[in-house]
């Protein structure tokens, strides 16, 4: 399987863009409700890594060393007949070291695909950097759709993110118990003839 297959007939960004949503639309579309949130420090964190690495949400290869930077588990799970397709090529890395895009189709979806050119020590500063900068979860959104993202695999059962969730959900039952009000122990009394009881 190459990595640098061609796709045959290349799509009109233009055209594909015609009746989608503008720049400042999609950005006016945030969910209200997204349960990941940044702070100013990691907002500046990931600016930087996007201006000195690109996108590493996709599957990016490194054809220096013949290493793949990002995807890894997203790679392993495709079938082996997926098709890794170029859909554009510059002649030199351009400022973020990119040397081709695409994308990686399995016949149902097509998967974002990125060919970088780096040397070893900026490839593992790449990996890092695209499991680093994600930003903290709002545990207390989440934390009422756990059971349905559970159900769709979306967290999915015995993931780290499931698991903090419910230790965070003990720690709080616990110390809900811990606040009970103590009562006195009292010894309960039964009479032998005629079975009644009564508390001392």
């Not at 297959?5 to 997204?34: C, F």
């Not at 907002?43 to 793949?68: K, P, Q, W």
């Not at 695409?102 to 050119?117: C, M």
């Not at 990996?127 to 709002?138: C, L």
Request: with cysteine.
């Amino acid at each position: 399987m190459s990595l640098f297959s061609r796709d045959p007939k290349p799509v009109d960004a233009e055209a594909q863009a015609t009746g989608y949503p503008t720049i400042d639309e999609l950005k006016s579309g945030a969910h209200p409700d997204n349960p990941r949130t940044i702070n100013a420090k990691q907002r500046r964190a990931l600016e930087d890594s996007m201006a000195r690495y690109g996108d590493l949400s996709g599957i990016v290869f490194n054809r220096r060393t013949g290493h793949i930077v990002c995807g890894h588990q997203r790679l392993a799970l495709m079938p082996e007949d997926a098709l890794p397709v170029i859909t554009t090529e510059w002649p030199k890395p351009n400022g973020v070291n990119t040397t081709a895009v695409g994308y990686i189709s399995d016949l149902v979806e097509r998967w974002p695909y990125r060919v970088v050119d780096v040397a070893p020590d900026v490839e593992e500063e790449m990996m890092i950097a695209a499991n680093a900068h994600g930003g903290e979860w709002n545990l207390d959104l989440l934390e009422d759709r756990l059971a349905i993202a559970a159900e769709t695999t979306a967290v999915g059962a015995g993931s780290s993110l499931e698991r903090q969730l419910r230790a965070r959900k003990r720690a709080r039952e616990s110390k809900a118990e811990d606040t009970k009000p103590k009562g006195t122990s009292k010894v309960v009394h039964k009479c032998p003839e005629c079975g009644h009881t009564w508390s001392s």
